[in-house]
């Protein structure tokens, strides 16, 4: 089974309307990301918690909420989804370690399309 | 500028060729630096790390040059299945975080 999984794998949804993704874990790892992927670009951090008390928000979080349900779970809302929020969503989580080594893994991603 | 920049390619390459990929990031505070893999439609998981003196890991060579800013990966004996997305991923200090920035990609793809 995979360690970090996402879903749904794919949505197509309609402006206006709010959805949620979700993403749960099974490393154990306190630290979880969200980040969009859109093509010829970087990935792109929306939001970053360090523990289930813990949310920062990150370069991109605009249109966006988190809620931290538990260590395990991190899940992402579009409040009201526009067009340009049509892209590849990516959860991770890391250990906190050594940071300047902190490995992140990866959620498989969800494709969402906004109409 | 973007912080972390990347020639996109595609680098298209023999089985077997030897292929090298560049990076460069301006935020010089930067002190982790680490190569991930995407295949298509999949998630980036990590190739390596980038320490100072350079490392290696089989076919792949990772190198860093801190004064320019710069860091390189090499892949030697190209094999089919290394047909990817090499990401180049730099951190960015803030307060008591170190942010990863990930630059857009270099496309590989290795034919026979």
């Known amino acids: 089974d995979a360690d970090v999984t996402q879903t749904p794998r794919n949505r197509i949804t309609k402006t206006g309307k709010r959805i949620m993704l979700e993403c749960s874990q099974t490393k154990g790892h306190d630290r979880m990301y969200w980040y969009r992927q859109d093509p010829g670009l970087g990935l792109q951090l929306i939001y970053y918690s360090f523990d289930v008390k813990d949310i920062n928000k990150g370069e991109i979080s605009d249109g966006y909420s988190v809620s931290r349900q538990a260590q395990a779970k991190f899940s992402l809302s579009l409040e009201s989804a526009i067009p340009n929020q049509t892209a590849l969503y990516f959860c991770?989580?890391?250990?906190?370690?050594?940071?300047?080594?902190?490995?992140?893994?990866f959620g498989p991603g969800t494709r969402l399309l906004v109409l | 500028r973007k912080e972390v920049e990347q020639d996109p390619g595609p680098f298209n390459v023999p089985e077997g060729a030897t292929v090298a990929f560049n990076c460069t990031y301006s935020?010089?505070?930067?002190?982790?630096f680490f190569w991930y893999r995407q295949d298509c439609r999949k998630e980036p998981k990590l190739l390596m790390s980038v320490y100072s003196s350079g490392n290696e890991d089989g076919r792949f060579t990772a190198q860093l040059n801190r004064a320019s800013q710069y860091i390189s990966l090499l892949i030697r004996d190209s094999k089919l299945s290394d047909s990817a997305t090499y990401l180049c991923?730099?951190?960015?200090?803030?307060?008591?975080?170190?942010?990863?920035?990930f630059g857009a990609g270099t496309r590989l793809a290795v034919h026979p």
């Open positions: 935020n010089s505070a930067s002190q982790s």
């Open positions: 991923v730099v951190n960015r200090p803030s307060g008591g975080y170190n942010k990863l920035i």
């Open positions: 991770a989580t890391s250990e906190t370690g050594t940071a300047n080594q902190e490995t992140q893994y």
